[in-house]
């Protein structure tokens, strides 16, 4: 703590039963000067070290009590003195007087102890502020160069193919001109996504009071989301598809979508090229969960890519978070992708989490349970058969 006088302080560090020893050992003292030394009048201001102490040490609860106590003792002294119980008026005027200023010292005393331990808490206070606004500046810059590298790199691609375009236009036939745009329009999506993504953020919590809600197929869904990747990275991997078409959720289409785009274009990068992502969905745990009214669907996105790092899993889906391996690797992100999805399956009354051994190899899933519906009204638009385009060497379930 911060007092301007070290014994002060001192005495604030010291532990409780000897402070207590020292308010009752300098009442002591106070009482033997009291008794044996008459030329101070057997005036109770004697007291001061005491109260003052009290004040100091225990506030003004320990004040009060410590002037009653002193009282008492002043009191029993001087009947035993005079020999009677009263007190003289002269003695009372006296008395009075003395007790009112020991008050009035002690009270100033404790307003000071109060005053000193505002100010330390407010001292440590803007020291943990401090501390606060230095990890926020530290994760604003660590986003701004994240964001800066995400935005770049889809930038330099639509700007490369529409420099193709523009500059040997006459030199290429249409099935070429017509891959220069599809990778443009690829690059885009992506652009869009990060932006969408840090727009998200900043407007997640008004957008649940106003979110729309119905019911979805999502296998259909899926299908959305997968056509809009770049077909490279998707036929770099097998993809196998477990989701029967009389799944349906209740859930917002749009956040649904970014839901899966995100879990995917994560599987997409860190799963090693040849290795399968398997996405399936059930029924959660076969029965209703014991927190919620309705049954769940639980969506899962399975890789064989590194794993996630056991002591880091609980900080994966926080916002601007990335593991420490990817800080200083090679694959990009802005480190907002798993935090909103995190807030999306929440805003649609759902769960979020990842399971995984931290090995590599074995990979990651990634689940979410979303509010399913018994009954649908409505059927899935996508035939099975519309899965071959993405290459699977089995049969997509």
């Keep these: 703590m911060r007092y301007p006088n070290a014994l002060a302080r001192f005495l604030l560090s010291i532990s409780i039963s000897f402070q207590i020893s020292l308010v009752i050992l300098s009442a002591l003292v106070s009482s033997f000067l009291l008794i044996y030394t008459p030329w101070v009048g057997h005036n109770p201001i004697i007291y001061v070290v005491p109260v003052m102490l009290s004040a100091w040490l225990f506030r003004r609860t320990g004040l009060y009590l410590c002037l009653l106590f002193l009282f008492l003792i002043f009191w029993l002294f001087h009947s035993m003195v005079i020999g009677s119980l009263l007190l003289s008026n002269n003695d009372i005027i006296a008395t009075v007087v003395s007790v009112f200023i020991l008050l009035t010292l002690g009270l100033l005393v404790s ?52 420099e193709l375009l523009l500059e040997h236009d006459d030199q290429l036939n249409n099935e070429i001109r017509t891959t220069f745009l599809q990778h443009a329009m690829q690059s885009c999506d992506e652009l869009q996504l990060l932006v969408n993504n840090v727009l998200d953020t900043m407007g997640i919590e008004k957008q649940r009071q106003t979110l729309y809600i119905e019911q979805i197929v999502v296998r259909d869904v899926l299908f959305e989301v997968l056509e809009r990747f770049d077909p490279q990275s998707v036929r770099r991997h097998d993809i196998y598809v477990d989701i ?18 995100n879990l995917l274009s994560n599987a997409f990068k860190y799963a090693p090229a040849g290795t399968p992502i398997t996405i399936s969905a059930a029924l959660y745990g076969m029965v209703v969960h014991p927190l919620h009214a309705s049954p769940e669907i639980c969506v899962r996105v399975k890789d064989a890519g590194p794993g996630i790092p056991p002591n880091e899993m609980s900080l994966l889906f926080g916002q601007f978070v990335r593991l420490r391996r990817d800080t200083s690797g090679s694959v990009r992100g802005s480190g907002l992708g798993l935090f909103l999805s995190k807030q999306f399956v929440e805003a649609m009354d759902g769960r979020i989490w990842v399971e995984s051994e931290g090995i590599e190899g074995k990979g990651s899933t990634f689940c979410f349970t979303l509010p399913c519906v018994v009954h649908p009204k409505v059927e899935a638009q996508t035939p099975l058969s519309d899965f071959e385009q993405f290459r699977s060497p089995l049969p997509i379930n």
């Design 111 to 162: 307003a000071q102890r109060e005053a000193s331990d505002y100010a330390d808490d407010v001292q440590e206070q803007l020291q943990t502020y401090s501390v606060e606004q230095q990890k926020l500046n530290e994760i604003k810059d660590q986003f701004l160069q994240n964001v800066n590298h995400e935005l770049r790199t889809p930038l330099t691609a639509i700007y490369g193919y529409l």
């Design 244 to 261: 029967p078409d009389y799944v349906v959720v209740l859930a917002n289409a749009q956040y649904l979508r970014q839901i899966l785009r």
